[in-house]
Nanobody, 117 residues
Framework: QVQLVESGGGLVQPGGSLRLSCEAS????????MGWYRQAPGKQRELVAA?????????ADSVNGRFTISRDNAKTKSTVYLQMNKLKSEDTAVYYC?????????WGQGTQVTVTS
């Protein structure tokens, strides 16, 4: 099973930016979807953004226009990024990376993003 490792979380002020990275343990090819999810305290995990192997992207309404998901398959390990701009306090959550290949799902361990003044 592919292992996923997230990084890039941290503490940022409202209006600031962060870039999250999710590195897979190998190069991912074929039909797949990689996504970023987040879970705030007391709330359900929700989809933030996703990208397919073909490059199609999808965003939650709450982040559309502020966040950008991208991928880099040129390396020996596939990496997915989440560029987060104009961060708001409500973006505070643990952010998780997920890889879906057919019915198989792999999750990363999560990275904390805290937006506070």
């Amino acid at each position: 099973q592919v292992q996923l490792v997230e990084s890039g979380g941290g503490l940022v002020q409202p209006g600031g930016s962060l870039r999250l990275s999710c590195e897979a343990s190998s190069t991912i090819v074929g039909i797949y979807t990689m996504g970023w999810y987040r879970q705030a305290p007391g709330k359900q995990r929700e989809l933030v953004a996703a990208i397919t192997g073909g490059g199609s992207t999808d965003y939650a309404d709450s982040v559309n226009g502020r966040f950008t998901i991208s991928r880099d398959n040129a390396k020996t390990k596939s990496t997915v990024y989440l560029q987060m701009n104009k961060l708001k306090s409500e973006d505070t959550a643990v952010y998780y990376c997920k890889l879906q290949i057919e019915s198989d799902n792999s999750w990363g361990q999560g990275t904390q993003v805290t937006v506070t003044s």
